[in-house]
């Protein structure tokens, strides 16, 4: 990963700091080259929800080719685990949509 894109990379305070949707989709190109990437920001729609001080609320919905074979499950914690330190610190709430790309 680039120096400044990883999920590990201290925020103010040195704690893992909200990510920018820019950040969350550089991470993912780089760990799943999808052929598909949309990364939303729904922070705002949970204002005043205790939760959204401890990190962002985010949308991904993601096709790649490295799903292939994979339930579910797996996929959403290959996209958990690509997002690394975000995920305690950083994001506060998840949806994941990842799939493979549709057949030609």
Same mark, same amino acid.
């Given at each position: ?5 990883? !999920?590990?990379?201290?925020? !103010? ?5 909200? !990510? $920018? ?5 550089? &991470? *993912?190109?780089? /760990? =799943?080259?999808? $052929? @598909? *990437?949309? &990364? ?12 959204? @001080?401890?990190?962002?609320?985010? $949308? +991904? #919905?993601?096709?790649?080719?490295? =799903? /292939?074979?994979?339930?579910? +499950?797996? #996929?959403?914690? *290959? +996209?958990?685990?690509? *997002?690394?330190?975000?995920?305690? #610190?950083?994001?506060?709430?998840? /949806? &994941?949509?990842?799939? &493979?790309?549709?057949?030609?």
């Amino acid at each position: 990963m680039s120096a400044g894109l990883s !999920p590990a990379a201290p925020g !103010p305070g040195g704690s893992a700091a909200r !990510p $920018t949707t820019a950040q969350i989709e550089a &991470v *993912l190109r780089q /760990a =799943f080259a999808p $052929t @598909r *990437l949309e &990364v939303q920001d729904d922070s705002h729609l949970h204002a005043g929800h205790a939760g959204a @001080r401890e990190g962002g609320h985010y $949308t +991904v #919905r993601i096709r790649s080719a490295r =799903f /292939a074979g994979l339930n579910r +499950v797996a #996929r959403h914690r *290959l +996209v958990y685990h690509a *997002l690394g330190d975000w995920m305690p #610190r950083g994001i506060h709430a998840l /949806a &994941v949509d990842a799939d &493979v790309p549709a057949p030609d």
